[in-house]
């Protein structure tokens, strides 16, 4: 079993900061890659950013590039993802997950999900 909790959400003006954090349950967490993806109402959920488990691979969506961070600290099991300089458009339930599959951005290779954490950007 792999539990995934999300944290570090809340209300932002554009061009502000939060950090996310995604901690994962269990001795394993080195097992598995890690994505954030998120989404927004009426729409479907998208790939934000991807980290292997080594942490020698990171993978972004185009509309985040060069803003968002991902990170892991395996000694905390905890995955973060920074994010910087925060527009309107990513104002989202954000969510973490553990690859289980092979295609990290196919949300149907993914087994473990977190209950999402709630990023508000306003104008």
């Known amino acids: 079993q792999v539990q995934l909790v999300e944290s570090g959400g809340g209300l932002v003006q554009a061009g502000g900061s939060l950090r996310l954090s995604c901690t994962v349950s269990?001795?394993?967490?080195?097992?598995?890659?890690i994505s954030w993806f998120r989404q927004a109402p009426g729409t479907e959920r998208e790939f934000v950013a991807y980290?292997?488990?080594?942490?020698?691979?990171?993978e972004y969506a185009g509309s985040v590039k060069g803003r968002f961070t991902i990170s892991r600290d395996n000694n905390k099991n905890t995955v973060y993802l920074q994010l910087n300089s925060l527009k309107p458009e990513d104002t989202a339930v954000y969510y973490c997950?553990?690859?289980?599959?092979?295609?990290?951005?196919?949300?149907?290779?993914?087994?473990?999900w977190g209950q999402g954490t709630q990023v508000t950007v306003s104008s």
């Open positions: 997950a553990a690859l289980t599959g092979r295609y990290y951005l196919m949300r149907g290779e993914y087994n473990y």
């Open positions: 269990g001795r394993t967490f080195r097992n598995y890659d």
């Open positions: 980290i292997s488990r080594s942490e020698d691979t990171t």
